[in-house]
């Protein structure tokens, strides 16, 4: 399943600089392809005009989705996330997944804040946060999450929220 989501990640990021639609019904069968030949498993990828490319797969371990780009936040994720934010990415599948947010509209520091007071009550939890050249990022790891504020200096601030069982 690990080599199947790295071939996943590697041709979305080769498709999704396709513009044409004849282009991108290509792009979209030789990735459904590739993926189907190496997992074994059945594949289903499309690209909207709106930038974003949803992967939908299934194999002998179960299945998942995949959208870069946008997409929205599962209804039933276990991590919050603030209102006003922008779902840059989402990966669900059995047992676990990842989504990342990016805010424009909210301080690093009120995130941190934000996630501080969410990981009180989730029994024990290491925290860890680093600063360099003006980046900075504070990560929650607990038993069945990862949760990662990150500022890059440049305006914005990223939420990835990842759980798993």
């Given at each position: 399943m690990r080599r199947t989501t790295f071939?996943?990640?590697?041709?979305?990021?080769?498709?999704?600089?396709?513009?044409?639609?004849?282009?991108?019904?290509?792009?979209?069968?030789?990735?459904?392809?590739?993926?189907?030949?190496?997992?074994?498993?059945?594949?289903?990828?499309?690209?909207?005009?709106?930038?974003?490319?949803?992967?939908?797969?299934?194999?002998?371990?179960?299945?998942?989705?995949?959208?870069?780009?946008?997409?929205?936040?599962?209804?039933?994720?276990?991590v919050p996330f603030p209102d006003g934010g922008t779902v840059v990415q989402t990966m669900t599948g059995p047992g676990g997944g990842t989504v990342t947010v990016t805010y424009e509209d909210r301080s690093y520091d009120e995130l941190v804040a934000f996630y501080a007071d969410w990981v009180k009550d989730r029994g024990e939890v290491s925290k860890i946060q680093t600063s360099e050249g003006g980046q900075r990022s504070t990560s929650w790891i607990g038993d069945q999450f990862l949760v990662v504020v990150a500022d890059t200096g440049e305006g914005t601030v990223s939420v990835t929220a990842t759980f798993g069982e």
């Open positions: 071939i996943i990640v590697v041709v979305v990021a080769l498709i999704t600089a396709g513009c044409a639609k004849a282009a991108e019904q290509v792009a979209e069968q030789v990735a459904e392809h590739a993926i189907e030949s190496e997992s074994g498993g059945d594949v289903d990828v499309n690209l909207g005009d709106d930038g974003q490319a949803t992967i939908e797969f299934s194999d002998d371990e179960g299945g998942g989705t995949i959208t870069i780009g946008g997409g929205e936040i599962p209804e039933d994720f276990p």
